[in-house]
């Protein structure tokens, strides 16, 4: 397959001198490493030394040990590969190791949430916070392995939780306020937490959102739990009292003066759990060690972020629900001040965070395809309207990015910002593949395979294809796979996650093709692939058409088993007065038909008045499909942002005669 799209940005010398991964290059030939012709030869050596390449990230990225490793690497079997043997550290000390080194005064967080004032925090405030947190913690008898949850809000607090957490050696674990109480349960039930932390309420859209009785819920019904620290996000609503209550205020009052401890401990000790989606039962409990996390993140975040340059600031709009706030947590070991959002991104309207792009002067600044996707729809243009001159790096992920989006960006934002389309997953809390300062972008394309990542396209055979479709796969083992999922002490479902498809090597689940050039497309999950006739289909290759017909506000496709075949069913959201009539169905088959193929041509096309996603924005298709399948129960609603519209979808399956 011939690929020729079209570039749309290419390094310039900002880039080629003096972004991160120039520095790094340099820095490798005067340890001995190299020259590289190009960064595919960076790559190929990367995965063919893998711990010679490892031991370079650790060692340019100034990672810290209270006791060194004794190899990078030690067992290399999947699953069972074992990152940094015989080393002790602490993970939020890496994190803070800039805080440390001084300028107490600079700005470490800035904290922004609908229904709240500003909040503004120096290195200096950050550190004793943490320190207090810490302190009081360990005066509630939690100790190195314990679990501390938080049902918070992406803001200043949550950042401290984490960080006393991590200090003293337990187990931090997140989820977003506005899941319900089942839903919490379903997370924080299974890994029983001794603390939580839960805010009183939050702000979204312009509405208030109490939580006071789910607090009080939470605290009653979580085996274990020895207290709750609750935060008081809005003013408005009260705050829960009774015996195993206590404020954030007076959990950080009793605590005050303290130091952390930063407590060392084995890498490949416990320090994030995060969840799968949940959408087809309880969620799985899947747990990341503390040096895995840090040694990842740095390649990610330094050297294809090029993140960490004097005055970075960094914000990833994102609920401590999704994988994407620990990855941003991160950006505090690039010595970057973090900028943090919580609440509604088109509130009061859609070019909201591009204004607090400008306004805080921002260089690196993180979204959704779907958020970049509306912009488009919208029209907006905050590269006319604003002073984007800071912005260097804008990361996106959640799903595949048009190309059209790619357009928009180019466009309207800037030519001269790197668009970072990053894809990966909270299996690993990281990338497979994403952006590179030192490569061009490919309208349509994610730049490449991320250093260190031996990831290639294989077919049902497990051969590997060059330039076609299959399954994207990991051949060597990456330091962020998972130690493991929570009451999992055989390994079984761990195992049955990622490696029943090929053994020993990690099957992540998405449809991808790889480029001549290096660069990837993703299709879609491949649980959610299409086979009408037996030929595969991503989904998101009919997204790519649908959704840029201007009345279509958003779409779902999934598979309907018909004698022995698959046929396609369309399910689209219409914008306010379209409506679904002959022209518009001939203009959705014919771009489908004319840009994808015949076979991806859907045989039914139904308005819905929702489309279903999970709290960390991905549309889910499984459920949908199940439901043509005949499940009566086809997941599990409380893992959904918005789970009216699974039964809507339901009775129009019904009323046009497929349940």
């Given at each position: 397959?011939?690929?020729?799209?079209?570039?749309?940005?290419?390094?310039?010398?900002?880039?080629?001198?003096?972004?991160?991964?120039?520095?790094?290059?340099?820095?490798?030939?005067?340890?001995?490493?190299?020259?590289?012709?190009?960064?595919?030869?960076?790559?190929?050596?990367?995965?063919?030394?893998?711990?010679?390449?490892?031991?370079?990230?650790?060692?340019?990225?100034?990672?810290?040990?209270?006791?060194?490793?004794r190899a990078m690497l030690g067992e290399r079997d999947m699953p069972g590969a074992r990152w940094l043997p015989g080393a002790r550290l602490n993970f939020a000390r890496n994190l803070l190791r800039p805080v440390l080194e001084g300028e107490p005064d600079r700005e470490a967080v800035v904290a922004y949430a609908e229904g709240r004032p500003t909040v503004r925090r120096s290195r200096a405030q950050l550190l004793a916070d943490v320190g207090a947190l810490e302190a009081y913690l360990r005066s509630r008898g939690v100790e190195p392995g314990d679990r501390v949850a938080g049902l918070v809000s992406n803001n200043y607090e949550a950042l401290v939780a984490m960080l006393a957490t991590t200090s003293l050696g337990a187990v931090w674990s997140s989820a977003s306020p506005d899941f319900g109480t089942r839903a919490t349960l379903d997370r924080f039930g299974q890994i029983e937490p001794k603390i939580l932390i839960a805010v009183n309420g939050y702000g979204y859209g312009g509405k208030r959102f109490q939580r006071h009785a789910q607090v009080l819920e939470l605290t009653e019904q979580l085996p274990g739990l020895a207290q709750t620290i609750v935060i008081r996000q809005l003013d408005e609503a009260p705050m829960p009292e009774g015996g195993k209550l206590i404020s954030w205020d007076e959990a950080l009052d009793r605590g005050q003066g303290a130091q952390p401890s930063f407590t060392p401990l084995p890498a490949d000790h416990p320090v994030y759990i995060l969840y799968s989606s949940g959408t087809t039962g309880k969620p799985k409990c899947i747990v990341h060690g503390a040096g895995g996390i840090l040694l990842n993140h740095a390649k990610e975040l330094i050297l294809h972020g090029d993140a960490g340059k004097p005055g970075d600031r960094f914000l990833y709009f994102t609920t401590c629900g999704w994988m994407m706030w620990n990855w941003q947590a991160s950006a505090l070991m690039t010595g970057a001040t973090l900028v943090v959002y919580d609440g509604s991104p088109a509130q009061?309207?859609?070019?909201?965070l591009w204004r607090l792009c400008a306004d805080e002067r921002l260089t690196h600044f993180g979204t959704s395809a779907r958020f970049i996707?509306?912009?488009?729809?919208?029209?907006?243009?905050?590269?006319?309207?604003?002073?984007?001159?800071?912005?260097?790096?804008?990361?996106?992920?959640?799903?595949?990015?048009?190309?059209?989006?790619?357009?928009?960006?180019?466009?309207?934002?800037?030519?001269?910002?790197?668009?970072g389309s990053i894809a990966g997953g909270t299996d690993i809390c990281g990338c497979f593949v994403g952006s590179n300062p030192l490569l061009p972008v490919r309208r349509g394309e994610i730049q490449c395979a991320l250093l260190g990542v031996d990831v290639v396209a294989y077919d049902e055979n497990g051969q590997r294809l060059d330039t076609e479709r299959g399954e994207l796969v990991c051949r060597q083992p990456l330091p962020s796979m998972p130690v493991g999922f929570w009451n999992d002490p055989d390994g079984n479902r761990y195992r049955a996650a990622y490696f029943d498809t090929f053994p020993g090597v990690w099957a992540h689940g998405d449809f991808v093709r790889f480029t001549e050039h290096g660069g990837a497309i993703i299709y879609g999950r491949s649980d959610a692939t299409l086979n009408p006739g037996g030929v595969r289909i991503g989904t998101a290759e009919i997204y790519r058409q649908v959704e840029?017909?201007?009345?279509?506000?958003?779409?779902?496709?999934?598979?309907?088993?018909?004698?022995?075949?698959?046929?396609?069913?369309?399910?689209?959201?219409?914008?306010?007065?379209?409506?679904?009539?002959?022209?518009?169905?001939?203009?959705?088959?014919?771009?489908?038909?004319?840009?994808?193929?015949?076979?991806?041509?859907?045989?039914?096309?139904?308005?819905?008045?929702?489309?279903?996603?999970?709290?960390?924005?991905?549309?889910?298709?499984?459920?949908?499909?199940?439901?043509?399948?005949?499940?009566?129960?086809?997941?599990?609603?409380?893992?959904?942002?918005?789970?009216?519209?699974?039964?809507?979808?339901?009775?129009?399956?019904?009323?046009?005669?497929?349940?």
């Amino acid at each position: 397959m011939t690929d020729n799209s079209p570039v749309l940005w290419k390094p310039g010398k900002r880039e080629l001198e003096d972004s991160r991964l120039a520095h790094y290059l340099r820095w490798l030939e005067k340890q001995g490493h190299g020259p590289f012709a190009d960064y595919h030869a960076l790559h190929a050596w990367s995965i063919n030394d893998l711990e010679q390449f490892w031991q370079t990230v650790w060692d340019y990225c100034d990672l810290q040990a209270d006791t060194p490793p004794r190899a990078m690497l030690g067992e290399r079997d999947m699953p069972g590969a074992r990152w940094l043997p015989g080393a002790r550290l602490n993970f939020a000390r890496n994190l803070l190791r800039p805080v440390l080194e001084g300028e107490p005064d600079r700005e470490a967080v800035v904290a922004y949430a609908e229904g709240r004032p500003t909040v503004r925090r120096s290195r200096a405030q950050l550190l004793a916070d943490v320190g207090a947190l810490e302190a009081y913690l360990r005066s509630r008898g939690v100790e190195p392995g314990d679990r501390v949850a938080g049902l918070v809000s992406n803001n200043y607090e949550a950042l401290v939780a984490m960080l006393a957490t991590t200090s003293l050696g337990a187990v931090w674990s997140s989820a977003s306020p506005d899941f319900g109480t089942r839903a919490t349960l379903d997370r924080f039930g299974q890994i029983e937490p001794k603390i939580l932390i839960a805010v009183n309420g939050y702000g979204y859209g312009g509405k208030r959102f109490q939580r006071h009785a789910q607090v009080l819920e939470l605290t009653e019904q979580l085996p274990g739990l020895a207290q709750t620290i609750v935060i008081r996000q809005l003013d408005e609503a009260p705050m829960p009292e009774g015996g195993k209550l206590i404020s954030w205020d007076e959990a950080l009052d009793r605590g005050q003066g303290a130091q952390p401890s930063f407590t060392p401990l084995p890498a490949d000790h416990p320090v994030y759990i995060l969840y799968s989606s949940g959408t087809t039962g309880k969620p799985k409990c899947i747990v990341h060690g503390a040096g895995g996390i840090l040694l990842n993140h740095a390649k990610e975040l330094i050297l294809h972020g090029d993140a960490g340059k004097p005055g970075d600031r960094f914000l990833y709009f994102t609920t401590c629900g999704w994988m994407m706030w620990n990855w941003q947590a991160s950006a505090l070991m690039t010595g970057a001040t973090l900028v943090v959002y919580d609440g509604s991104p088109a509130q009061p309207d859609a070019g909201m965070l591009w204004r607090l792009c400008a306004d805080e002067r921002l260089t690196h600044f993180g979204t959704s395809a779907r958020f970049i996707a509306a912009c488009r729809k919208l029209g907006l243009q905050p590269g006319r309207d604003l002073d984007l001159s800071a912005l260097r790096v804008v990361f996106s992920t959640g799903s595949p990015l048009l190309p059209e989006d790619y357009d928009w960006f180019y466009d309207h934002v800037s030519r001269d910002i790197l668009l970072g389309s990053i894809a990966g997953g909270t299996d690993i809390c990281g990338c497979f593949v994403g952006s590179n300062p030192l490569l061009p972008v490919r309208r349509g394309e994610i730049q490449c395979a991320l250093l260190g990542v031996d990831v290639v396209a294989y077919d049902e055979n497990g051969q590997r294809l060059d330039t076609e479709r299959g399954e994207l796969v990991c051949r060597q083992p990456l330091p962020s796979m998972p130690v493991g999922f929570w009451n999992d002490p055989d390994g079984n479902r761990y195992r049955a996650a990622y490696f029943d498809t090929f053994p020993g090597v990690w099957a992540h689940g998405d449809f991808v093709r790889f480029t001549e050039h290096g660069g990837a497309i993703i299709y879609g999950r491949s649980d959610a692939t299409l086979n009408p006739g037996g030929v595969r289909i991503g989904t998101a290759e009919i997204y790519r058409q649908v959704e840029t017909i201007d009345v279509i506000a958003d779409s779902l496709v999934v598979g309907r088993p018909v004698d022995g075949d698959v046929e396609v069913v369309l399910l689209i959201m219409l914008e306010e007065g379209a409506s679904l009539d002959r022209p518009l169905t001939r203009e959705i088959k014919d771009r489908i038909r004319s840009n994808a193929s015949p076979r991806h041509v859907p045989a039914r096309i139904i308005a819905v008045d929702d489309i279903p996603y999970t709290r960390s924005g991905k549309k889910v298709e499984i459920a949908v499909a199940r439901l043509l399948q005949g499940e009566t129960r086809p997941g599990n609603l409380g893992a959904l942002a918005n789970p009216e519209s699974l039964e809507h979808i339901r009775t129009r399956l019904q009323d046009e005669g497929l349940l």
